[in-house]
Nanobody
Framework: QVQVSESGGGSVQPGGSLRLSCAAS????????VAWFRQGAGQERQFVAAIRWNNNGAYYADSVKGRFTISRDNSKTNAFLQMNSLKSDDTGVYYC???????????????????WGQGTQVTVST
């Protein structure tokens, strides 16, 4: 099974940028869909972005579309989330998740992912 671990979180002012990394080990990363979710204080975990195992399609929550970009490098078993024009509403713990043999219709559902990282904190404030 693929194991994933996030890094790259931190504190930034509104309008700033951060790049999150998801490092994978074990399993077959190149055959795994990868997604980013986030969870604000007192909120449920919500979908942010996902990328298919074969790089054939990237999907975003409406709230981040045009500001965030998800990518992956299967040769180095990494995935990334480039976050630009950050807003205070983007604050939360960001989680990388991976799954294999998933169908497109469940790509945005947290319950469809079996492997999760420990999360990395992103804080956007003045």
């Amino acid at each position: 099974q693929v194991q994933v671990s996030e890094s790259g979180g931190g504190s930034v002012q509104p309008g700033g940028s951060l790049r999150l990394s998801c490092a994978a080990s074990g399993g077959t990363f190149s055959r795994s869909d990868v997604a980013w979710f986030r969870q604000g204080a007192g909120q449920e975990r919500q979908f942010v972005a996902a990328i298919r195992w074969n790089n054939n399609g990237a999907y975003y929550a409406d709230s981040v579309k045009g500001r965030f970009t998800i990518s992956r490098d299967n040769s180095k078993t990494n995935a990334f989330l480039q976050m630009n024009s950050l807003k205070s509403d983007d604050t939360g713990v960001y989680y990388c998740a991976a799954r294999s043999n998933g169908i497109l219709s469940t790509l945005r559902s947290a319950t469809a992912y079996a492997r999760w990282g420990q999360g990395t904190q992103v804080t956007v404030s003045t």
